[in-house]
């Protein structure tokens, strides 16, 4: 079945940048999102990436896409306090139903 | 404003009881989805719904039930026979099942049984 995993955590300093990996097992899979979740609310859409594309940059977030090892990571270039966050990586399920969740890594930015 | 009203934020329930959530969206979308998160575990999907009238079991239906009577409106039922509900739920919808697929969040029902 589909399955999508993370590592759990990450700690930075502020100003650095953050990698977060994710790897996906359905290689159909048309986009390939990251999602952050701020403590007790819900999930914000960050970005996404069609697979047809290797990267895709938007202001301080880099996503790259390896689909020969189904491989997906976000960075986020001069990491500041407020994005100490959840982040999810995700994948439509095979139906093109519904999406489908990593486990999520805590990311926590310490000044 | 737009958006997915989820209620309430905080619930606590006695064992044995069945309790209702509600969810709400005027972003006129055809689908919605619950998940239940808990800690370490991610998101995984409760019940889904493409259209009004219609919905399809997730990966843990099993001891939920949900409603699709109007396109707004997604409640979920958490009934006796779920054994482990204390968790945080989170519905959403979605304008179209293709597409993009991006999903838009409520904030969430964190719901605590005694």
């Known amino acids: 079945g589909e399955d999508v995993e993370q590592s759990l955590f990450l700690s930075v300093r502020e100003g650095d940048s953050s990698v977060i990996n994710c790897t996906y097992t359905?290689?159909?899979?048309?986009?390939l999102y990251w999602y952050k979740q701020e403590p007790g609310a819900g999930l914000q859409l960050l970005t996404y990436?069609?697979?047809?594309?290797d990267m895709k940059q938007d202001q301080r977030l880099t996503v790259l896409l390896n689909k020969k090892d189904k491989h997906l990571s976000l960075r986020i270039a001069d990491t500041q306090t407020g994005d100490s966050a959840i982040y999810f990586c995700?994948?439509?399920?095979?139906?093109?139903?519904?999406?489908?969740f990593g486990k999520g890594t805590t990311l926590s930015v310490s000044s | 404003d737009g958006g997915i009203t989820q209620s309430p934020k905080y619930l606590f329930r006695k064992e044995g009881q069945n309790v209702t959530l509600s969810c709400e969206q005027n972003?006129?979308?055809?689908?919605m989805y619950w998940y239940r998160q808990d800690p370490g575990q991610g998101l995984r999907l409760i019940y889904y719904?493409?259209?009004?009238?219609?919905?399809q079991k997730g990966d843990i239906a099993e001891g939920y039930s949900v409603s699709r009577e109007k396109k707004e409106s997604f409640p979920l039922t958490v009934t006796s026979a779920q054994k482990n509900p204390t968790a945080f739920y989170l519905c959403?919808?979605?304008?179209?099942?293709?597409?993009?697929?991006?999903?838009?969040f409520g904030e969430g029902s964190r719901l605590t049984v005694l």
């Open positions: 959403a919808s979605s304008p179209q099942i293709t597409g993009t697929g991006e999903l838009f």
């Open positions: 359905d290689s159909s899979s048309t986009y």
């Open positions: 990436i069609f697979s047809n594309m």
């Open positions: 995700a994948e439509i399920n095979q139906a093109g139903t519904a999406l489908i």
């Open positions: 972003l006129n979308h055809d689908a």
């Open positions: 719904s493409q259209i009004v009238n219609d919905f």
